[in-house]
T-cell receptor, first 111, second 112 residues
Framework: EAGVAQSPRYKIIEKRQSVAFWCNPISGHATLYWYQQILGQGPKLLIQ????????DSQLPKDRFSAERLKGVDSTLKIQPAKLEDSAVYLC?????????FGPGTRLTVT | GEDVEQSLFLSVREGDSSVINCTYT??????LYWYKQEPGAGLQLLTYIFSNMDMKQDQRLTVLLNKKDKHLSLRIADTQTGDSAIYFCAYDRGSTLGRLYFGRGTQLTVWP
């Protein structure tokens, strides 16, 4: 079974630019999560989808972050405009069989 | 609250046992997890324990849960250099949608 795919793996942008990350979950997984992992910290949930509906986006900075999951499969997370403090690894996960499976993450550096 | 505390670093010699500790404050935790993260990789689930259990053993891994003290530990027997990684303690609140709350991670270094 293929794992959770994410792209790009690395991204460097300047502050105030925009960036988008893509996630393809494991086939058949209805629940998808985006976590932000700042260096030296554990992952923190940004947004959670069930199929194509948002379940929890209470921790998403909605003035600059947006996410969608059209057709309940792939998902994109966008930041516009980026700030220095957005430098982090963005992890996508999907849930099946009671377990969360994580992708390799996208490492974002904002300069 | 959602606080999960872990010591940041642990060093052991190859062949010794490692014990990584975690404390949490949320009494509504249902499942507690240990994840492993190697450099440049995502998180890999190592093991988990249901909150009404106090021990779970899985090959070299032993998880101990003291629910009264809200203390979770992971023991790795016969630690190998390949076990060097960051280990995260996490829990969920039992919702079928399973949002996880993570600690900051413990960097385990295994010396040959």
């Amino acid at each position: 079974e293929a794992g959770v795919a994410q792209s790009p793996r690395y991204k460097i942008i300047e502050k105030r630019q925009s960036v988008a990350f893509w996630c393809n979950p494991i086939s058949g997984h209805a629940t998808l999560y985006w976590y932000q992992q700042i260096l030296g910290q554990g992952p923190k949930l940004l947004i959670q989808f069930q199929n194509n509906g948002v379940v929890d986006d209470s921790q998403l900075p909605k003035d600059r972050f947006s996410a969608e999951r059209l057709k309940g499969v792939d998902s994109t997370l966008k930041i516009q405009p980026a700030k220095l403090e957005d430098s982090a690894v963005y992890l996508c996960a999907s849930r099946g069989g009671g377990e969360q499976y994580f992708g390799p993450g996208t490492r974002l550096t904002v300069t | 609250g959602e606080d999960v505390e872990q010591s940041l670093f642990l060093s052991v010699r190859e062949g010794d046992s490692s014990v990584i500790n975690c404390t949490y404050t949320d009494s509504s935790s249902t499942y507690l997890y240990w994840y492993k993260q190697e450099p440049g990789a995502g998180l890999q689930l190592l093991t988990y324990i249901f909150s009404n259990m106090d021990m779970k053993q899985d090959q070299r891994l032993t998880v101990l849960l003291n629910k009264k003290d809200k203390h979770l530990s992971l023991r790795i027997a016969d630690t190998q250099t390949g076990d060097s990684a960051i280990y995260f303690c996490a829990y969920d609140r039992g919702s079928t949608l399973g949002r996880l709350y993570f600690g900051r991670g413990t960097q385990l270094t295994v010396w040959p």
